[in-house]
């Protein structure tokens, strides 16, 4: 089983930015795959980012530019550096982590940009 507890949301102002926070514990596998993930009210959770173990990342075209992933093995941890946030950025943030045939979620961490 792993944890993963998301921090860092909150509101800000167009134009600013956030950073998550995303921290595993438990059976870690040292080849596995973060991810972030949001959903915005009335929409379907879409992937927003992803970074390999080795720090292979890709993005969802509406935030490539603004949004850098990165990750610190050592810490379990993974990060969504947000900037130049817009009102379209708000919803629920989800940190995922897949390894092997296991995959799980975060408890989620609300992002609420404001124009």
């Known amino acids: 089983q792993v944890l993963l507890v998301e921090s860092g949301g909150g509101l800000v102002q167009a134009g600013g930015s956030l950073r998550l926070s995303c921290a595993a514990s438990?059976?870690?596998?040292?080849?596995?795959?973060m991810y972030w993930y949001r959903q915005a009210p009335g929409k379907q959770r879409e992937r927003v980012a992803t970074?390999?173990?080795?720090?292979?990342?890709n993005y969802a075209d509406s935030v490539k530019g603004r949004f850098t992933i990165s990750r610190d093995n050592g810490k379990n941890t993974v990060y969504l550096q947000m900037n130049s946030l817009k009102p379209e950025d708000t919803a629920v943030y989800y940190c995922?982590?897949?390894?092997?045939?296991?995959?799980?979620w975060g408890q989620g961490t609300q992002v609420t940009v404001s124009s």
């Open positions: 995922r982590l897949t390894q092997a045939t296991e995959g799980y």
């Open positions: 438990g059976s870690i596998f040292s080849i596995n795959i």
């Open positions: 970074i390999t173990t080795r720090g292979t990342t």
